[in-house]
């Protein structure tokens, strides 16, 4: 029998962990950070339960942060994660730690039928590039060149562009609150409740303070006006960064939109101008017409690409 690896997809909110044995993964066990204070102690809360006494003989850890020397940062906690550090604390042979775009990267390829939603464009070109963004806790971006390489990206801190007047006039109010104006400070839950204020500003209205979610739930349910157009700006302003990163990346193997809130409102998602705005690139709408664009349906897509790594190993 050969020994399992630990896998974890560790976001800025939860962490997930399943052991794979060859071929075979194990289930898998969500903890939220807020109930730890380290990864190093999720993990070890992990591993007590489903291998006690009987480390691993290898992890990938997937972070939500860039990866330098097996360490990372994660950008929405400020935990340090350090591959090295957790092997010789745990008892794991080896620790390595990977963006979790590279994680969900090496997924692309894996992908089909019911784990994805189709948003437009034709059938992906063989051998091509593969992009994937994700509006989540923040914003992440990678890519995938077949048949094996993951392109690590931090490009959801890259400026954003406006479209138009009114996209002009949401930025220039993010501007003054932040500085900088990533995609991220829109595209992530924090975006849509920057969003809120920000057309609730450029209105005139007075309007109670909502979370991210209560601002998509009433948007969803047509009770609130402004919520609606958060939801229709924030879809609209998603396809321009992902035709984007088609752009960019030479993507005509497709591009996957994955993330934690996307997923929510599929349906508003396929039906907004998403598609309209990924195509809206002057004169190159016609080389992106036929690049295909999915949502990922699959939670734990992340997963899959960290067990096909955790096979490499």
Request: proline share 6%; aromatic share 6%; glycine share 14%.
């Amino acid at each position: 029998m050969v020994d399992p690896v630990l896998i974890a997809d560790i976001g800025g909110t939860n962490a997930r962990f399943a052991l794979v044995e060859g071929a075979a993964r194990g289930p898998l066990h969500r903890v939220k950070l807020d109930s730890v204070a380290s990864v190093a102690e999720a993990i070890a809360g992990f591993l007590a339960r489903e291998a006690p006494g009987h480390p691993p003989r290898a992890a990938v850890l997937a972070v939500a942060g860039p990866v330098a020397g097996n360490r990372a940062w994660l950008t929405n906690r400020r935990w340090l994660v350090d591959g090295a550090e957790i092997a010789a604390m745990l008892g794991i042979g080896r620790v390595q730690v990977v963006n979790d775009f590279a994680a969900l990267a090496w997924s692309l390829p894996e992908l089909a039928g019911p784990d994805l939603l189709a948003l437009g464009g034709g059938a992906p070109e063989p051998g091509a590039p593969m992009a994937v963004l994700g509006p989540g806790t923040g914003l992440g971006i990678g890519g995938f060149l077949p048949p094996e390489r993951a392109l690590v990206s931090e490009g959801g801190h890259a400026s954003l562009a406006a479209h138009d007047a009114r996209e002009a006039a949401v930025i220039e109010r993010l501007r003054t609150r932040f500085g900088h104006v990533s995609a991220e400070r829109v595209l992530s839950g924090q975006g849509i409740e920057n969003l809120h204020a920000a057309l609730a500003e450029i209105g005139g209205l007075v309007v109670p303070q909502r979370s991210a979610a209560e601002i998509t739930a009433a948007g969803l349910s047509g009770e609130c006006p402004l919520c609606r157009e958060v939801l229709d700006l924030f879809c609209t302003i998603l396809g321009g960064v992902a035709g984007d990163l088609a752009l960019l990346y030479g993507a005509r193997g497709g591009v996957f939109v994955a993330g934690g809130i996307c997923p929510r409102f599929p349906e508003f998602l396929a039906a907004s101008a998403f598609r309209a705005r990924f195509e809206a690139k002057g004169r190159f709408g016609e080389w992106l017409a036929p690049v295909p664009a999915w949502l990922v349906l699959r939670l734990d897509a992340a997963m899959l690409g960290l067990a096909a790594l955790a096979r490499r190993l």
